[in-house]
Antibody
């Protein structure tokens, strides 16, 4: 059974750095064709893809947020971390982590999601 | 970034209706298009991947089609549990991008 769960602060102040942890089970991030990504959703709005780390440690970021994001993995702990610097109230959102899996040679999808964690940015 | 545009943004339908949601990409994405369902307060759930492949456990009333820039999600006979918001997402290239969502409401 594959599960993912996000953890981290629910409230951060503007300009602070947010660190979120995704703890997963049921798969290994050292397996070829697997990744873990982060997606966020402001209240009442659409999904926004943030970052993805692959089994081989390749990392991809949203260009609009790249300067603020860092994604890392700890394969031994089955965890993926996301750091976002210089938080602003517009970053208030539910943050999801999701396993990304490859089907065939090139097709990728987010097939398992965590429950999400609401992060509010306010002074 | 590749822009994904869904239509309509919302719709009202009745149980038993056949429903089609459209997703258009700003450039060709081959068949690298996924569909997700999201219910209020819940995480998205993968329904369809690679444009037309049904995710394991998803009812067969859901189907997807298309390639290039134009894609559709069809629900053959709407059930009460299908009232939700649906998102398309391209995985042709990073950054992965989502459509703005289509909210399906009860008529």
């Amino acid at each position: 059974q594959i599960t993912l769960k996000e953890s981290g602060p629910t409230l951060v102040k503007p300009t602070q750095t947010l660190t979120l942890t995704c703890t997963f089970s049921g798969f290994s991030l050292s397996t070829s064709g697997v990744g873990v990504g982060w997606i966020r959703q402001p209240p009442g709005k659409a999904l926004e893809w943030l970052a993805l780390i692959y089994w081989d440690d390749d990392k991809r970021y949203s260009p609009s947020l790249k300067s603020r994001l860092t994604i890392t993995k700890d394969t031994s702990k089955n965890q993926v971390l996301l750091k976002m610097t210089n938080m602003d109230p517009v970053d208030t959102a539910t943050y999801y982590c999701a396993r990304s899996a490859r089907s065939g040679t090139y097709s990728w999808m987010a097939d398992y999601w965590g429950q999400g964690t609401l992060v509010t940015v306010s002074s | 970034d590749i822009q994904m545009t869904q239509s309509p943004s919302s719709l009202s339908a009745s149980v038993g209706d056949r429903l089609t949601i459209t997703c258009r990409a700003s450039q060709s994405i081959s068949s690298y298009l996924n569909w997700y369902q999201q219910k209020p307060g819940k995480a998205p759930k993968l329904l369809i991947y690679t444009a037309s492949s049904l995710q394991s456990g998803v009812p067969s009333r859901f189907s997807g089609s298309g390639s290039g820039t134009d894609f559709t999600l069809t629900i053959s006979s709407l059930q009460p549990e299908d009232f939700a918001t649906y998102y398309c997402q391209q995985s042709y290239t990073t950054p992965w991008t989502f459509g703005q969502g289509t909210k399906v409401e009860i008529k």
